[in-house]
């Protein structure tokens, strides 16, 4: 079985020669006009200051209570955490086998599914049990931002927690993210 380091290493191979492809395919293609503000809203959302915005109306009182709940839910998560990466190495693994079962990897994708629509509803269900108690403009633009698709409020945890060595979201952070 691959070591976590091999598996970071594999990858991190894979997403850079994605992001060479991206790249590469925008430099030698033919320019067109950029979309604007508005369509990009229309198809991926608010951006994340912009939600940010929304979340900094919550009343103070509420943004703490948010936290400390989003801050415990995410502890408790632990084991639920852990099975949801042992999910997704099983995944890989699946892919990785040979011969080949389709099966096998479709029940794995499954299983990572399950477990990940388990972990975003708890979040989702304390991020919107505090939406009341914003104005509606802002209530309207976080929970559009609670459409942004849940790998990648998670991604940018995980990415924040590597930056600053803590498992949760900073006092200044949008609490419309799940705290990891």
């Given at each position: ?21 991206i790249?590469?395919?925008?430099m030698?293609?033919?320019a067109?006009?950029e ?5 990009q809203l229309?198809?991926y ?17 509420d943004?703490t ?28 693994n ?16 499954a ?6 629509k ?6 989702e269900?304390i ?9 509606a ?13 849940f790998?990648?409020?998670m991604?940018?945890?995980?990415k924040?927690e ?18 990891n």
């Open positions: 079985m691959p070591s976590r380091m091999s598996l970071f290493l594999i990858g991190s191979l894979a997403l850079n020669a994605a992001l060479f492809g790249v590469g395919g925008r030698f293609s033919p067109n006009t979309p604007t503000v508005q369509m229309e198809r959302g608010p951006t994340a200051d912009v939600v940010a915005a929304a979340w900094s109306q919550l009343p103070e009182a943004r209570a948010l936290r400390t709940q989003l801050r415990e839910s995410w502890v408790a998560m632990a084991n639920e955490r852990k099975r949801l990466r042992d999910a997704g190495e099983a995944v890989y699946a892919a990785l086998s040979e011969p080949f079962d389709e099966n096998r990897l479709r029940d794995a994708v299983i990572f599914q399950l477990r990940e388990h972990l975003q509803d708890i979040a269900g991020l919107i049990s505090h939406l009341g108690k914003m104005p403009e802002a209530r309207a633009t976080a929970a559009t931002g609670l459409l942004t698709p790998n990648a409020r991604q940018r945890a995980d924040r590597g930056e600053r060595g803590k498992h949760f979201v900073d006092e200044s952070a949008a609490p419309g993210k799940p705290a």
